[in-house]
Nanobody
Framework: QLQLVESGGGLVQPGGNLRLSCEAPQSTLQYYAIGWFRQAPGKEHEGVSCISSSDRYTYYADSVKGRFTISRDNAKNTVYLQMNSLEPGDTAVYYC???????????????????WGKGTLVTVSS
């Protein structure tokens, strides 16, 4: 069982930056594709970004392309989501998810992921 823990959320002003982290305290993330998803109040889950298990491929939703960057540090067993130029529309609970084959990565669908974290809240407001 892979336990995922997100951190790094908080309150930030429009135009500000945050870096989210996704860790697996008791396992390794190295062989998993990792996706970031978000859910705003009253809205469906939205795929934000994904990194393949090989780190060769990254994917982004059009709404965050050019502003968000996904990366992995295997030495720290952590996947990051660097979020720049944040907008009020980015306000949501952000979740990371893992699956070993990366099948769900390219489409950023929230279906097919084996493991989910509990989320971290990002609020963008002045």
């Amino acid at each position: 069982q892979l336990q995922l823990v997100e951190s790094g959320g908080g309150l930030v002003q429009p135009g500000g930056n945050l870096r989210l982290s996704c860790e697996a305290p008791q396992s390794t993330l190295q062989y998993y594709a990792i996706g970031w998803f978000r859910q705003a109040p009253g809205k469906e889950h939205e795929g934000v970004s994904c990194i393949s298990s090989s780190d060769r491929y990254t994917y982004y939703a059009d709404s965050v392309k050019g502003r968000f960057t996904i990366s992995r540090d295997n030495a720290k067993n952590t996947v990051y989501l660097q979020m720049n130029s944040l907008e009020p529309g980015d306000t949501a609970v952000y979740y990371c998810a893992a699956e070993p084959y990366g099948i769900s990565c390219p489409t950023l669908t929230h279906h097919g992921w084996n493991y989910w974290g509990k989320g971290t809240l990002v609020t963008v407001s002045s």
